[in-house]
């Protein structure tokens, strides 16, 4: 039997790639916020649950291409294009974490508004500054 490249993702297990997600699901959000998201799990929502550990955290967030201070801007950008509020929020928290500064986290909501609209980057200084400041960041 031939000996398998640990770094071909196509072969790895499912609990490798959940593995590996929880550990950089962790890492990005914090073990509060991963534990709580755990909590509140129920028999409807396991398999989502799941499936974002092994597919986004353990798969994409895992790749090597990009670090995850430039996955941050990326989803700061995307979840400001697309209005998604309280991922935008969760992953503010989520940048500083990934060590975006402040003034950092400023300029993707500036740059979002030229590229996504001024009420998009509204919202989102709104929603960054609440969470900005409830980290005492601000």
């Excluded at 991922?87 to 989520?94: D, I, K, T």
């Excluded at 974490?97 to 590229?115: C, F, H, M, P, S």
Aim: glycine fraction near 6%; charged fraction near 30%; charge should be negative.
């Amino acid at each position: 039997m031939t000996e398998r490249d640990p770094r071909d993702r196509t072969a790895q297990s499912d609990d490798e790639r959940r593995a590996r997600g929880m550990a950089v699901r962790r890492d990005v959000l914090s073990d509060a916020h991963v534990d709580a998201s755990i909590d509140a799990t129920t028999a409807f929502t396991a398999d989502f649950q799941d499936f974002i550990t092994r597919t986004a955290w353990g798969d994409i967030w895992s790749r090597p291409g990009l670090d995850h201070r430039m996955r941050s801007v990326a989803v700061l950008t995307a979840m400001i294009a697309l209005g998604h509020h309280d991922e935008f929020a969760m992953h503010v928290a989520a940048a500083r974490r990934n060590g975006l500064t402040v003034d950092e986290i400023k300029e993707v909501i500036l740059q979002a508004g030229l590229y996504c609209g001024v009420p998009a980057a509204n919202t989102a200084f709104t929603l960054a500054s609440r969470v900005l400041d409830e980290r005492g960041d601000l």
